[in-house]
Structure formats: C-alpha cells, structure tokens
C-alpha cells in the first residue's frame, strides 16, 4: 500500500473547511474525518439535504453509520464506485489513501453540478469535443496515406537466413 501523502491531507482539509466555511480541528487527517460528522456536514453543504439525519456523538457503531451514510450520499452525487472507500478505511485508519482519493473524487465532481458554485478541489474535468467532419473531409482522410505509415524497412530482407531450426551465424 502506497504511504500516505500529509500535502494532499492538508488540501484536502483545506477544501472542506472552504467549503464548510469554518476552520477544521487541530489533529491527524483520519482523527478529524474518523466520526463522519465533518463528512456529512461536507456532503449537506454540497448537496443540500442529502444526509437528512446524523448522530453528532455516541457509540463508535452509531458513528461508523455516518460514515456509511456519507459515502452513499457520494455515490448517489457521482463519485465513481472504484473511488469511495469502504467504511473501515477511514474508522479503523485501514486505507487513508483511500479515503483521500475518494474526498478528492467528490471535490472534481462538484464540477459536474451547476448547482454548485461552492470551491472545488483537483484537476478541472473534461467536456464533450464533438468534431463534425464533411462527407469529403472524412474520404480524404479514408484514401490518403500518412508519410511513412506503410513503414520502410530501408531494404532488410531475411533472405540468406535460411528456414526454421537453423542456428544463426554471426
């Protein structure tokens, strides 16, 4: 497993506190996300109303289902499935990278949303390029030949090589 990456911890804390528009807790990335209430939050304020009902504190089993419910909620916004993380990931610090990739995954995919006008986090997404060619645009290109795509052995044959089996000769 790939060690953790503290700078893209940092972005990613920096994102939801913007988002949030109030400052994170002091404290280790995993310890601050551990109870999913900071991510339900994130998720609310991206997608109003999206996590209707979540536990502020109890039990770690009350906890972890905030966590559960986060990530549903991130399924449901966009956030492809090889992206989220499992809920033990982040509860029981399993697979941090994880839990970043998939906070980073929901950061460009806010991109996707035009009800969003919120900040957004990691590369900008790609649009539809739709190129429109005419009926001789596209025969022209059918019926030429680019320079050397037919490729040029500059006159190597295997002539003198003889057939299978043979040893080489140097």
Same mark, same amino acid.
């Given at each position: 497993?790939?060690?953790?990456?503290?700078?893209?911890?940092?972005?990613?804390?920096?994102?939801?506190?913007?988002?949030?528009?109030?400052?994170?807790?002091?404290?280790?990335?995993?310890?601050?996300?551990?109870?999913?209430?900071?991510?339900?939050?994130?998720?609310?304020?991206?997608?109003?109303?999206?996590?209707? /009902?979540?536990?502020?504190?109890?039990?770690?089993? +009350?906890?972890?289902? $905030?966590? #559960?419910?986060? !990530?549903? =909620?991130?399924?449901?916004?966009?956030?492809?499935?090889?992206?989220?993380?499992?809920?033990?990931?982040?509860?029981?610090?399993?697979?941090?990278?994880?839990?970043?990739?998939?906070?980073?995954?929901?950061?460009?995919?806010?991109?996707?949303?035009?009800?969003?006008?919120?900040?957004?986090?990691?590369?900008?997404?790609?649009?539809?390029? /739709?190129?429109?060619?005419?009926?001789?645009?596209? +025969?022209?290109?059918? $019926?030429? #030949?680019?320079? !050397?795509? =037919?490729?040029?052995?500059?006159?190597?044959?295997?002539?003198?090589?003889?057939?299978?089996?043979?040893?080489?000769?140097?």
């Amino acid at each position: 497993m790939a060690p953790r990456n503290p700078e893209q911890e940092q972005e990613i804390l920096e994102w939801i506190s913007a988002v949030l528009g109030e400052p994170m807790p002091e404290g280790d990335f995993a310890d601050i996300l551990k109870n999913g209430v900071i991510l339900c939050r994130l998720m609310n304020k991206i997608a109003p109303n999206s996590i209707p /009902k979540f536990k502020e504190k109890g039990p770690a089993f +009350l906890l972890m289902e $905030n966590v #559960q419910s986060f !990530l549903a =909620a991130a399924k449901k916004y966009g956030v492809p499935d090889e992206e989220v993380f499992q809920t033990p990931d982040l509860f029981e610090a399993r697979n941090i990278r994880q839990v970043t990739l998939c906070l980073y995954s929901l950061g460009r995919t806010t991109q996707k949303h035009p009800e969003y006008d919120g900040p957004t986090i990691g590369p900008k997404m790609a649009t539809e390029n /739709k190129r429109n060619f005419s009926e001789e645009q596209i +025969l022209a290109g059918r $019926n030429s #030949q680019i320079g !050397l795509q =037919a490729g040029s052995n500059k006159g190597a044959s295997q002539a003198g090589h003889g057939g299978m089996g043979n040893t080489r000769h140097m």
